[in-house]
């Protein structure tokens, strides 16, 4: 039977997290190596992976194994809510287990983005990135339970995505206040069953999006609504997304632009706001080298601005801790433009950004080329 369910992967995922295939201490698909560590120039160097809709075991170690060997030291990764606490109270960790331990065995820190409500958390037919108040708590224990069952693998944890977006605060105004709530209760959570978790707020989206427009906030003022509703007690890092565009990494900041050095003005709020000791992980970001979208550039550009972000992060940020960009492998193409952020193909086909991030992690040919 399991040989056939790689030709069903939503079937296989669906078992797997219904717990009818074989759990993390069976272990039947794959063997561990011996423990690996990265090899870079540049320790900042991360990705954003797409592994939680990935149900083939194989092709969950060979991500993380050319992971490390671009020379990429940090990951974000995605862990369903719903997926992993299915009833209220029981947990199903066994594909979760699965992602987390090929990423320690590889060397690479990662970093969990908790989300994805389920349906027993909130009200008939909303969102699964909806969550009123009446969830904060149920939200809570479960990154309880997530710090708890992945400490000592886990060190870093995301509360929730973009809540600046009414997309992502469930379809509906977006309410600073309100996040900094489920926040505070998840931090609390997670310190009390280990203190040494790091707890990331924040990864809000880069818009201009003025007060009162139906479609977010714009990232700064959403930031400076957090701190006055008291955020800053309540988290130890903040995750910021850091979209290029078309603009070269190199471009000035402003507040009426989105670019990639739109992460100096967050940190200026944070400094405003007596919080600077903190560090920044820059969670999403990247450049799309699609050769219609109005949004992306040349392919050798993506080169030079990809190597020149990371080495901004190195050589001129040093609050910064890594730079994650958006996304290292799709399980399967998306037939979109979003195809052409990758690093490697769904068939783990390595593209020129890969060999040349390669390269730049490996201290040879690290020139940022032309733009």
Known sequence: MYSDLRRYPLLALALLIAGLLPARSQRPWVEFGPPQRVLSVNPKIGVHTRLTDEVEPWKVQRTWEMTRQMGATWAVEYFLWAAHEPARGVYN?????LVVDHAVNQGIALVARLGYTPEWARPPRTSHLYLDESGYDDFAAFVAAFVGHFRGRVRHVIIWNEPNLSQEWGYRPVDPAGYVELLRRSYL???AVDPDVRILAGALAPTLAPAGSEWGLNDLDYLQAMYDAGAAAHFDVLAVHAYGWTFDPDEPPAADAVNFRRTELLRQVMQRNGDGAKPIIITEAGWNDHPRWTKAVRPAQRVAYTLRAYRLALEEWPWVE?????AFRYPRPAGTYQDYFTFVDAD?????IYLAVQAYAAGRG???GPR
């Open 93 to 97: 960790w066994a594909h979760a287990d």
């Open 322 to 326: 890594a730079v994650c960009l958006w």
């Open 348 to 352: 783990f086909h390595p593209k020129p």
């Open 189 to 191: 959570a997670a310190k």
């Open 366 to 368: 690290d020139e940022e």
